[in-house]
């Protein structure tokens, strides 16, 4: 393999970004689209997706053939989940113009850590985005998982979770069944442009829905908590509680920590809730005073170029 071409997809629940890199690690085209988690869009969509990708980087770099390929992507749950994610790969693979050597699937979180840790270190990756999982590696490469069931059943402290119990808090509000008053609602409405709290059924039952929509509404929470709003401070308070379950059931579950040990911490809703990632680091201290955190601040789809470099492929 002279000059060996790698492409990496990191296929999220919000936006997928695939990327073409070089030997050497020269970006040769990249580009973002739509979520790719085929629970939440289905098998079709991701596949057109997916090909859609695949034919802008033949029509951008006229390339033929790509070495190795890691689709590092969201959904991918169960052993049922991987063998349909390979089989829609494939097919998207099959209707491009290009040709693929060697493809890895991966679930994304798993992907991201493994390019986070170096080969036969522990490590931990907590992200709480539109969805909330942790996962965590020993020195024996085992992997350990928590979290990340789902909307329907889980995502606790995930901006879904954010964003449905803010809406619920409005809903409450009109009912009387909550006196307090929120800042939250004024803050929702001018975020959606709506006036009423029906037209916020309306935006919410509406047939353009999605999970990622929802999670959205958690970008106001921080200007509520700025203003010691009580409503806000108890969400970000229980999502704080429930993203350090997560990730203290997960860490649990490993041989050992020692004081080396770090904790990687990514999702907006770390990047951008300084009272929920405080609240976070305490309650952590509290069951491991001894590890460290590492907020990330890359793109995880360098964490993903890593990952494939880490497994040993020629490149």
Not at 3 to 11: C, F, K, R, T
Not at 27 to 56: H, M, P, R, W
Not at 175 to 195: A, C, H, M, S, Y
Not at 219 to 227: D, F, H, I, Q, T
Request: aromatic residues 8%; hydrophobic residues 40%.
């Amino acid at each position: 393999m002279t000059n060996p071409i790698l492409l990496a997809v990191d296929g999220g629940a919000t936006k997928t970004t695939i990327s073409v890199r070089s030997c050497i690690g020269e970006c040769i085209f990249e580009k973002t689209a739509t979520g790719s988690n085929y629970q939440a869009i289905g098998i079709e969509q991701v596949e057109k997706l997916i090909e859609q990708l695949l034919i802008d980087i033949y029509n951008s770099t006229k390339l033929k053939t790509i070495d190795v390929a890691i689709f590092a992507m969201a959904g991918i749950d169960t052993e049922q989940d991987l063998t349909i994610v390979k089989e829609m790969i494939i097919n998207a693979i099959e209707k491009s113009p290009l040709a693929i050597n060697t493809i890895i699937v991966e679930n994304d979180v798993q992907a991201t850590l493994l390019g986070l840790v170096d080969s036969n270190k522990c490590g931990a990756l907590i992200i709480s985005g539109t969805g909330a999982i942790c996962f965590a590696t020993d020195q024996e490469d085992n992997i350990y998982r928590t979290g990340g069931w789902g909307h329907r059943t889980g995502d606790e402290g995930s901006g879904y979770w954010i964003g449905k119990e803010i809406v619920n808090s409005l809903f409450r509000l009109e009912d009387g069944r909550n006196q307090t008053p929120t800042i939250l609602k004024e803050l929702v409405f001018g975020k959606l442009n709506i006036k009423n709290t029906e037209q916020l059924m309306t935006w919410l039952y509406a047939p353009d829905y999605t999970n990622a929509k929802l999670a959205s509404i958690s970008a106001v929470l921080p200007k509520a908590v700025e203003l010691s709003d009580e409503v806000a401070l108890t969400i970000s308070q229980q999502a704080a509680k429930e993203l350090a379950e997560l990730a203290v059931s997960t860490l649990k579950k490993l041989p050992s920590i020692d004081e080396s040990f770090t904790l990687f911490l990514n999702g907006s809703i770390f990047r951008y809730h300084p009272y929920i990632l405080s609240q976070f680091q305490r309650l952590m201290n509290d069951h491991f005073p001894m590890i460290h955190f590492h907020l990330c601040e890359e793109p995880p789809i360098e964490y993903i170029v890593r990952r494939a470099k880490n497994r040993g492929l020629p490149l």
